[in-house]
């Protein structure tokens, strides 16, 4: 399937702080949704999401944009590649997503005291700050240290998926508060700008079953220019 090619709005290196996520549709194809302020600065359709595509559209946004900030969902090599061609940029993770994912780990009713308590603490995530979360979640990484440290009778670790939040969280900790720094940058602390975007052209092709995927790309488009 031949896909349109890249789309950018153009605005004479205006200053940006830039929100920007990618999502499925099917497995037909992939959109790539980049927005400041509530608009559409770019997109782009591929059939799946690779590092590549998002250094390609990053280098076509920053030809007629200043990026000031960057807020992203976390996705292994997003950073990394963020910090190779934006070096001075802040990036900022999405507060939602890491929810989210630790959601996963911990379920939303945890059995054990540790999973409550640390569910607990990334619900609060959003009316934290730096300090305060970090504070607590140092206090609960020691508290339950001996805990995680269980193994069952094949000598694996018995909470294996707890571990696994607590090193989720450790590596996106120090993302999580750019906002604090930069507050005159106004950085969004997640990327519901997207996610909303996205909810709403689903919605829109949805109504429209069994068309091809290069009509969804037509009607998407037509969407994302209006």
């Known amino acids: 399937m031949s896909l349109p090619d890249l789309r950018v709005n153009s605005n004479n290196s205006e200053e940006i702080n830039l929100v920007f996520d990618a999502s499925h549709f099917k497995r037909e194809f992939c959109l790539f949704l980049f927005?400041?302020?509530?608009?559409?600065?770019?997109?782009?359709?591929?059939?799946?999401?690779?590092?590549?595509?998002y250094k390609q559209a990053l280098a076509e946004i920053r030809k007629t944009h200043k990026i000031l900030s960057f807020t992203i969902d976390g996705r292994q090599g997003v950073i990394q590649l963020l910090e190779n061609m934006f070096p001075s940029v802040p990036i900022q993770l999405c507060h939602f997503h890491l929810v989210q994912n630790i959601s996963r780990y911990t379920t939303k009713r945890p059995r054990t005291e540790c999973g409550k308590e640390l569910r607990?603490?990334?619900?609060?995530l959003k009316a934290s700050s730096?300090?305060?979360?970090?504070?607590?979640y140092n206090e609960l990484k020691e508290k339950y240290k001996e805990f995680l440290k269980e193994r069952n009778e094949s000598g694996e670790f018995k909470h294996k998926r707890l571990r696994s939040a607590f090193n989720a969280i450790k590596r996106q900790l120090a993302y999580l508060f750019t906002f604090e720094k930069f507050p005159h940058l106004r950085i969004e602390k997640t990327t519901n700008s997207c996610d909303g975007y996205f909810s709403h052209l689903k919605a829109k092709v949805n109504v429209h079953r069994g068309i091809s995927a290069r009509r969804k790309i037509q009607m998407i488009i037509k969407l994302l220019s209006s």
């Open 35 to 53: 927005r400041s302020n509530g608009t559409n600065i770019h997109y782009d359709f591929q059939s799946s999401e690779k590092i590549v595509y």
């Open 120 to 124: 607990e603490l990334i619900l609060r």
């Open 130 to 136: 730096e300090e305060k979360f970090t504070k607590k």
